[in-house]
């Protein structure tokens, strides 16, 4: 799988689909958290709604969470743009590369902009099996195009500056016809191990989600893709995903995925005023309420068959205030903060 095929826009023109680029990243110098999306929808015709795009911007401050913010500039879908010989999608003035991105977005007279470079350095990853998607099961298909990103340039908001340098984060490309349910997602490429050293050219992906079929809901089905170590560590088979242990609530997920012979354990904790809430619009009208956070904290521990029914933890990883985690349900949740409608 090749980072430019992953990259490449799937919307044909016709109705009855989302998709969504992001990239998520934490400044390593202030703690700040940062989560740039560009999106589209074209709406199923009987919503008698016409497609648009939008350039998202929201920035999580573990330190002050009063001063988090979440900006949406939407604009006609003709202000969308997409190559592939090089990738490059554009959203109005705001674009995306396999090497950077740029662009800026506006709400209410509150303002951010952004120049960020990188190099790719991993090739990309997917969560939905082949053969889920030559079935055309999955209703949504989630794509790493580059899971693991050192990430250099500059963010502006709201009359603050981060240069960075040395920031970790990755870029996703995802596309379908309806979200989930519910469900929770994490991601996380900048670990220490159990010393306390870096543990650079790691990362770690995963997604849980409960499914509306045949008049019921099933699930959680929970796709998770890692590279620990020099070395792959995949759960996304058919099989797998639905066998997969997973809890998941909205300032958490516990987890444990099976890989072959090897199982991958993980925490993820979000302190509730760093999360920031945002709403998803369905190419069918229907919403989802999505909150998020770019200042989690993730724990890790790879096991390994150590004889009979019993199982050694071989590798240890911990990331504090730089892992990236959502929640996500049908319904806002009383109380909570709700930035982008």
């Keep these: 799988m090749t980072a430019r095929r992953w990259n490449d826009l799937q919307w044909d023109g016709g109705t009855g689909h989302y998709e969504v680029y992001y990239v998520t990243l934490t400044d390593p110098g202030t703690g ?62 705001s674009w995306l590369s396999d090497h950077g991105a740029a662009g800026s977005a506006e709400q209410d007279g509150r303002t951010a902009a952004w120049e960020l470079q990188w190099n790719p350095s991993l090739p990309a990853y997917g969560h939905v099996h082949p053969a889920l998607r030559a079935a055309r099961i999955a209703k949504t298909v989630l794509f790493l195009p580059h899971p693991d990103l050192e990430i250099s340039g500059w963010i502006e908001w709201e009359g603050r500056r981060v240069d960075l340098s040395g920031a970790r984060g990755g870029q996703a490309h995802l596309w379908g016809s309806k979200h989930a349910q519910r469900w929770a997602w994490a991601h996380c490429n900048d670990f220490t191990g159990a010393g ?3 543990r650079t050219g790691t ?52 987890f444990e995925a099976r890989a072959g012979r090897r199982r991958l354990r993980g925490e993820v904790s979000a302190r509730p005023e760093d999360l920031i809430g945002v709403t998803y619009h369905d190419p069918d009208g229907d919403l989802a309420y999505c909150y998020n956070t770019e200042v989690a904290s993730m724990r890790l521990e790879l096991l390994e068959p150590a004889g009979g029914r019993q199982w050694r933890t ?23 903060r709700l930035d982008i409608r």
């Design 32 to 93: 700040v958290g940062f989560w740039i999306r560009w999106t589209m929808v074209a709406p199923r015709p009987e919503t008698g709604e016409e497609a648009t795009c939008s350039v998202w911007f929201l920035a999580m401050d573990p330190h002050d969470p009063a001063r988090s913010i979440g900006l949406k500039s939407t604009f006609p879908a003709s202000r969308l743009s997409a190559s592939s010989a090089p990738f490059r999608l554009e959203v109005a003035e």
């Design 196 to 198: 306390g050293e870096p």
């Design 203 to 254: 990362f770690m992906d995963g997604v849980s989600v409960f499914v509306p079929r045949f008049g019921r809901t099933i699930g959680p089905n929970t796709p998770v893709v890692a590279r620990i170590g020099g070395s792959d560590v995949l759960s996304t088979g058919p099989l797998s995903v639905t066998r997969n242990q997973s809890e998941f609530e909205l300032t958490g997920w516990r």
């Design 314 to 336: 071989v590798d240890e990883l911990r990331s504090d205030g730089r892992a990236h985690f959502e929640y996500a349900q049908r319904e806002p949740i009383p109380g909570a």
